[in-house]
């Protein structure tokens, strides 16, 4: 399986890349500017070699980059649309110079408007960013958790705004776990899993699911907000990511976990759950209880 986590790039890239790979990584996802807004620190040429070189000599496989959430495709008001595309296009670019597969892009919120045209603002805005830059990075939509007056919830909404980019060639969707399930897509159970795939199918089309954001859910089922936790002790739980994790639909593709982290350890276990997981086994094994085996052994 391709597994990796959201790198911090605080230390910068070259630093991002031997965190992944401390980690056993086989695929990450970084940020390429600080999220919130603010300049983006200047990517020479020379960097982004190095960076490229560096992570594919550690197998790292595929790049996945996030957007900025400062950007609102699918805003009503003019200014902010324009903006918000100058920013997405330079994001582009900058994606094309760190050689990524994939610009994982939230589509924003339509601020009280009509659905439809925000679909459309949405799609304009994609068509003209991959219409900007001579490039192979694929721009994944992601889904949401559905809160607020946010677009991009349900799957037929993703599969509108594809449908409507003039080069559908290099537009994919990303599914988070978190998001589908606080959606109301109930991923936690084995019927439940199969229906929302095949509801995916149906509506987007599951060849161009590309990356999936594996995070189990602090919040419950339908809660429409969005509450990453770590994986199995949130309300998704450990046997329901045994099954998406081996699912035939989803097991080749890569998937990126962004739980919550303070340190390096945050991410070493809930990578070692996934692993576990993904070898068929879901029985949590903290160290505690093989102290206390030895311990009953001994006796
Ligand atoms: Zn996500
Ligand atoms: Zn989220």
Request: proline residues 5%.
């Amino acid at each position: 399986m391709r597994l990796g986590v959201h790198v911090p790039i605080a230390g910068g890239l070259l630093e991002a890349v031997a965190r992944a790979q401390r980690l056993s990584c086989t695929t990450m996802q970084i940020f390429s500017r600080s999220p919130r807004g603010g300049p983006a620190p200047a990517l020479s040429c020379e960097m982004a070699g190095q960076f490229d070189r560096a992570r594919r000599s550690a197998g790292l496989e595929p790049l996945a980059v996030h957007g900025p959430y400062i950007i609102n495709l699918a805003s009503p008001e003019p200014a902010m649309w324009q903006q918000s595309l100058r920013l997405y296009r330079e994001e582009y670019a900058r994606c094309t110079a760190l050689k990524a597969q994939y610009l994982v892009t939230h589509v924003g919120s339509p601020r009280g408007d009509a659905e439809a045209p925000a679909i459309a603002r949405v799609a304009e805005a994609v068509s003209q960013t991959l219409e900007s830059c001579d490039s192979d990075v694929m721009i994944l939509l992601e889904n949401t958790a559905g809160s607020g007056q946010g677009l991009g919830c349900r799957f037929e909404q993703l599969a509108g705004i594809r449908a409507q980019v003039r080069d559908q060639r290099r537009v994919g969707v990303c599914l988070d776990t978190a998001h589908s399930f606080a959606a109301g897509y109930a991923i936690h159970t084995a019927q439940g899993l199969q229906r929302t795939l095949e509801e995916f199918d149906r509506t987007v089309g599951l060849a161009h699911l590309k990356l999936v954001h594996l995070n189990d859910s602090k919040v419950p089922f339908e809660a429409r907000v969005d509450r990453h936790w770590h994986i199995g002790q949130g309300h998704i739980g450990s046997e329901a990511f045994g099954r998406i994790v081996t699912h035939a639909s989803l097991s080749h593709l890569p998937f990126i976990l962004e739980t919550p982290k303070s340190t390096e350890a945050d991410d070493q276990r809930n990578l070692a759950a996934v692993r576990r997981l993904a070898a068929g086994s879901s029985a949590p094994r903290p160290r505690t209880m093989k102290r206390r085996t030895h311990a009953a052994a001994r006796r």
